[in-house]
């Protein structure tokens, strides 16, 4: 890392997701904004005024001047965006998805080894209280996973992410979040879905069953007017939704269970309880994670590995979807 008393970082596409960026990376001690980049440069300009920060016309010049970039620009530019910040070893944060495909997230990582620099994937769904609660209490426990249920619906905007379909967008969340709930392989997967608004995909149903017997489904449309998230998951004591708009979560748990050998064939002493849930706002968390892993405390909760592992299977998905729902495994394992 250069030495600067703060770590600089500098913003790249400040469209939905980017503005935030600026607007967190403004006012975190320890940091430094150096500056935004975006090639629409009214849509910079207007950043800027709300920020006080620099805008650069130069992406090079922006880059002279940062230890770490935040990447919020189309998908289709991630791949050459990424390499030419890792290939100058700077600290990248992608927002997901990590490339536009698997090939391409896989040079992003290699890249990233060899530079010996983080890169992290804006996996937000992972820093949001109600998912982070659901993880905790999983892991305090030592249930089985049974089912994991994902339901992402959103009303269409036709203003964001036009060059990713409703997988790439959307269902990449939940199935990260799957992949680490379950804590196993895939075994298979089948998926179907179909375009509504666009030319792309519009909304999706998936399913994947995992080597531990854990099934993972997934709902998920960007063509509904509601917005729906959650997140399901089921043990055999405890079912727990996490709603990650309300940030909540309610658990459901089972002190007795079935015996059969004893004549014991119902659960028993159900109990309802809201699990506190902190009022936090994940992508300021997110980029908590970022600052620490580039300090070398911890890795983050979501490095380009993992975030290839999502991408790895969204791509099976993909395929099963074109097949028409066809049952598919995975060639090798990336879990």
């Known amino acids: 890392m250069k030495n600067h008393k ?5 913003v790249i596409g400040v469209g939905t997701m980017g503005q935030h960026h600026v607007r967190i990376v403004s006012n975190t001690p320890g940091v430094t904004l150096a500056g935004l980049y975006d090639p629409d440069a009214a849509r910079a300009a207007e950043i800027c005024s709300r920020h006080g920060c620099v805008s650069f016309t130069d992406l090079d010049a922006l880059l002279d001047r940062c230890d770490a970039v935040c990447i919020a620009s189309p998908t289709v530019t991630h791949l050459d965006l990424g390499k030419k910040c890792l290939e100058r070893k700077l600290h990248v944060l992608m927002e997901k998805p990590l490339a536009h495909d698997p090939a391409s997230a896989a040079e992003l990582v290699d890249l990233a080894a060899k530079a010996g ?17 659901l993880m905790e209490t999983l ?8 089912s994991v249920d994902c339901r992402r619906l959103a009303p269409f905007d036709g203003s964001r992410c036009i060059d990713a379909d409703v997988l790439y967008d959307l269902m990449i969340h939940d199935v990260d979040l799957a992949l680490e709930i379950a804590n196993s392989s895939v075994l298979n997967v089948t998926a179907s879905g179909r375009p509504v608004f666009s030319d792309k995909t519009d909304v999706a149903y998936a399913r994947i069953e995992f080597e531990n017997r854990a099934v993972a489904v997934f709902w998920t449309g960007k063509c509904s007017p509601k917005k729906v998230r959650t997140i399901t998951v089921t043990t055999p004591r405890m079912f727990l939704v996490a709603d990650t708009l309300d940030k909540t979560l309610m658990m459901h748990t089972a002190e007795q269970l079935p015996a059969m050998d004893d004549g014991i064939c119902l659960m028993g002493n159900i109990r309802a309880e809201q699990i506190a849930v902190p009022d936090e706002e994940p992508l300021r968390s997110e980029l908590e994670d970022f600052f620490r892993a580039i300090k070398g405390e911890a890795a983050p909760i979501v490095h380009g590995q993992r975030a290839l592992a999502a991408m790895e299977t969204l791509d099976l998905l993909s395929r099963s979807i074109a097949a028409g729902g066809k049952i598919l495994e995975p060639e090798t394992s990336s879990n």
């Not at 703060?6 to 500098?10: E, S, T």
């Not at 620099?117 to 609660?133: D, S």
């Open 6 to 10: 703060n770590l600089r970082i500098g």
């Open 139 to 146: 892991k305090g426990s030592s249930e089985e996973i049974i």
């Open 117 to 133: 620099v983080v890169l992290m994937v804006g996996h937000v769904e992972r820093y949001n209280p109600a998912v982070i609660k």
